[in-house]
Structures are given as structure tokens and as C-alpha cells.
């Protein structure tokens, strides 16, 4: 088989990247390891920044994003039992996010391929992305114990922290960047209306807690819990009990619970690999980077890697022209660091961490006052939480 774009990862930055190139005529085949039922069992993400929103537009997959995503115009910070709004509307003047889930998001993009009728190869074993570094780039993997090849112009790795690609380049090529953060987000999906119809942050001694939503009948809850935890150990009473201690007593109050559906623990990390680009294959998304939760910055920093990686893409085959992918890396990597700077800031501002005990929580807190008082220091969280500009 022959195609002109090999992508790695039917998640949401590869689907986005493989409906972009077809919208363009530029063929591409997308190969997952897993199938599309485990692809759309996933929970993850839920608030898209405006970048996002646009490239999903660009791509024709927004309409039941707008007609089902809920607009954000802010979210508040608890802390000392006190309830700060930070107005991203009025501090960005007049950005806002879209709440709306990844896995929607990724059903939308599925479907969307299905219709067009995109190739995309599921339950790909041992996938392998060899010749990057020469002209005859080529994906090899065994379907239905057949070994197959695709031999292609680019390989897009957009297959996750624990994809094949990132792993397929040389030790000496690539530069790691780690922080492992000791503790875990414990998060539940319950069909009841959300405590607030805008997100809550919460900073408590007892640990952070965040109350989002995928709809208004619909939230998604977190509490930090230790990397000790596992899922069994947390009922969903305890669960319930444990967000409402760390919520200033108006919010704990009117909080309607009930059963979970899903329940999952998530570690936190910030990982990032240098350069994102080896020869003919290009790392997109979680393959390159991962950030903690708390900024919401992982599937919008997928995007944002989509975009500049499609203008390359658009430039070599209509303009004949390398320079776009040849600075790929470069501006993908700007626009990461500082993702990965504000993630890093929020998580440290928020979570209770085991070693800086009650002296790190005044800090925090004194952090928060000042923050929640200063309209520069509202309007430097509000600008990176909507999205710095690709
Ligand atoms: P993905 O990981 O989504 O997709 C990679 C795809 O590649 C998968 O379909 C996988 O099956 C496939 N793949 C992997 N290895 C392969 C191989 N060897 N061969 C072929 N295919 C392979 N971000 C937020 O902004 N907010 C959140 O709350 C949030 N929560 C998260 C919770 C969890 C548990 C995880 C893991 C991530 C979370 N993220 C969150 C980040 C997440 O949303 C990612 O940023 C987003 O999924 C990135 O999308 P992709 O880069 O497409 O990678
Ligand atoms: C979510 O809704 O899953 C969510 C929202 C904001 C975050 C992290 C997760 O910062």
C-alpha cells in the first residue's frame, strides 16, 4: 500500500490531522492499535480552547460542537473557604472556552472520517515506523496476523505517551524533559447537574478538588488523591464526601450526587521531547508532550501541534515549499513550553503537596489573594487559560 501521509493514532490529533489532508485531497491512512469502541471509552478532556474550536471548524466537524458545547466565559478559584470568579471574557477582551468532551469531540471526527470514507486500520498490531530518516519513510504492522507496509512522503506519530513513535527515534536524537507530580487526579462522571454552571478550582488543605461538566445534566468531577490510591478505595460516598470538604460551604451545600458511571485515577506529569520533528516523521500531541490536567491544556496543546503541522504539510504539497515543516518543531515547542509552564503553575498553586505542609498552603493561599485582588496577575492566568495565540 502507498498513501502520501502515514498517521500513527486514531485519537483526537490524528484524526483531526488525517480529516485536515483529506479536506486538502492530500491522502492519508490513520492506524491504531485498538479499536473504536476502546477509542471512544475514554474520558479525558473537557474544555476546548477558541484555537481548537477554529481548526475543528476549519476541519467541517463543528456543528454539534456549537450546537451541544457549552461557552465559558470564566471559571472561579476557591480557597479559605472564599470564591473568586476570574472573567476570562473581560480580562481577554472577549475570549472564552468551550466546554465540550474530548470523546464527543473524537466520536464527531470518527464519523466524520466513516463518512468520507477515510482508511483507518484498527487493532494494528506491533506498528513500526521506519525510514524517517531517509526519502522512503514506511509503517509496517501485523492485521489479522498478516504483516502489512504502507509506504508513504510522512509518518504523523500522533500516538500518544506510550505510542511506537517517539520510541522508534534514536536515544541520541531526542532530549527528555520530566517532572512527575506526587500525587493523582481521582475523577467520576455522574449524571447530575453541575454544582456551578462555570468550573470550580479548588485549593483546600485537604487537597484540590475541580467541578466541571460535559453538560447540564451531566458532571465531571476531580479530587487530588495520593499515587498510593486505587480506584476501589474511593466509594463513590467517599468520593462525594471528600469534594464537598474541599468546596466553601455555598457550593458543598446545594451539590447534587448520585452514582457514578465512571471513575478513574489519573497520574500528573509534564513531559516534553526535543525536537518534535526526526527527518520524515513528525511527533504530534500526547506523543510529544504531556501536561497535567490542571491548566486544560493536553488536547489543545494536540491541536495546536495539528495546526502547524498541516500548514507545513499544505505548503509542500501546493507550494512546493519546505520551510513551514521545516520550522514545525521550532514553533510547535514555543507554544508548548509556555503550555507547559502555566500547567505546571496552576498545579503548583492548587494541589497540596506532601512536602511544603502548612507553610506551602499559606503561600498558596497568599498567592490566591494577591491573584484574585490584582488585575494583572487575573489577566496573566485568564490569557494563558483561553489559549496564547498559534
Ligand atoms: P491520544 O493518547 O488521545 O491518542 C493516541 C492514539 O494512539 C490512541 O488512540 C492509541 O490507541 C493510539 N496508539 C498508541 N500507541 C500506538 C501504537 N503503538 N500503534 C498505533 N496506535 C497507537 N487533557 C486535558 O486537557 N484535560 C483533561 O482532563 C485530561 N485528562 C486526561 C486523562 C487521561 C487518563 C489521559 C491519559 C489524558 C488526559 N488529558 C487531558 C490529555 C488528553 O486529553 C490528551 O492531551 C489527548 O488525548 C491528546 O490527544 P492525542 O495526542 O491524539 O493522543
Ligand atoms: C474536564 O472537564 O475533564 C476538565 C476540565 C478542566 C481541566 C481538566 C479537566 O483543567
Not at 477582551?93 to 474530548?102: A, D, E, H
Not at 451531566?218 to 490510591?229: A, P
Not at 458543598?252 to 516534553?272: C, D, Q, W, Y
Request: proline share 4%; aromatic share 10%; net charge negative.
Amino acid at each position: 500500500m502507498r498513501t502520501k501521509v502515514v498517521i500513527i493514532g486514531s485519537g483526537p490529533s490524528g484524526l483531526l490531522l488525517g480529516q485536515l489532508l483529506t479536506n486538502a485531497g492530500i491522502d492519508n491512512v490513520i492506524v491504531d492499535r485498538v479499536g473504536k469502541e476502546h477509542i471512544l471509552s475514554r474520558v479525558r478532556a473537557g474544555v476546548l480552547e477558541e484555537g481548537t474550536v477554529g481548526l475543528v471548524d476549519r476541519a467541517g466537524v463543528g456543528e454539534r460542537l456549537h450546537r451541544e458545547g457549552l461557552p465559558h466565559d470564566g471559571f472561579s478559584l476557591t480557597f479559605d473557604g472564599r470564591d473568586h470568579r476570574i472573567d476570562l471574557f473581560d480580562l481577554t477582551g472577549g475570549k472564552r472556552v468551550m466546554v465540550y468532551g474530548q470523546t464527543e469531540l473524537t466520536r464527531d471526527l470518527i464519523e466524520r472520517r466513516e463518512r468520507d470514507g477515510g482508511v483507518v486500520i484498527y487493532d494494528a498490531v506491533n506498528v513500526v515506523p521506519s525510514g524517517f530518516d531517509g526519502d522512503h519513510p514506511h509503517v509496517t504492522f501485523e492485521k489479522d496476523g498478516v504483516t502489512q507496509r504502507i509506504d508513504c512522503d510522512f509518518i504523523a506519530g500522533c500516538d500518544g505517551f506510550h505510542g511506537a513513535s517517539r520510541k522508534a527515534v534514536p536515544e541520541g536524537a531526542i532530549k527528555t524533559f520530566e517532572k512527575i507530580y506526587p500525587f493523582g487526579w481521582l475523577g467520576i462522571l455522574a449524571d447530575v447537574p453541575p454544582v456551578n454552571h462555570e468550573l470550580i478550582y479548588a485549593n483546600h488543605p485537604r487537597g484540590f478538588a475541580l467541578c466541571s461538566m460535559r453538560s447540564e445534566t451531566r458532571s465531571r468531577y476531580y479530587v487530588q488523591c495520593s499515587l498510593d490510591d486505587k480506584v476501589e478505595m474511593w466509594s463513590d460516598d467517599r468520593f462525594w464526601d471528600e469534594l464537598r470538604r474541599r468546596l466553601p460551604a455555598h457550593h458543598a451545600e446545594v451539590m447534587v450526587t448520585g452514582p457514578s458511571f465512571e471513575k478513574s485515577i489519573a497520574p500528573l506529569r509534564s513531559f516534553v521531547v526535543e525536537p518534535m520533528r526526526f527527518g520524515r516523521m513528525f511527533l504530534v500531541g500526547d506523543a510529544a508532550h504531556i501536561v497535567p490536567p490542571t491548566g486544560a491544556k493536553g488536547l489543545n496543546l494536540a491541536a495546536s501541534d495539528v495546526y502547524y503541522l498541516i500548514e507545513g504539510l499544505l505548503e509542500h504539497y501546493q507550494e512546493k515549499s519546505d520551510a513551514a515543516l521545516d520550522a514545525y518543531s521550532a514553533r510547535a515547542l514555543s507554544r508548548v513550553w509556555k503550555a507547559v509552564r502555566f500547567s505546571w503553575s496552576m498545579t503548583t498553586l492548587l494541589h497540596r503537596f506532601p512536602d511544603t505542609g502548612d507553610f506551602g498552603q499559606k503561600i498558596q493561599e497568599a498567592e490566591l489573594d494577591y491573584l484574585t485582588h490584582s488585575r494583572a496577575a487575573s489577566t496573566a492566568m485568564a490569557e494563558n487559560y483561553v489559549g496564547l495565540p498559534y
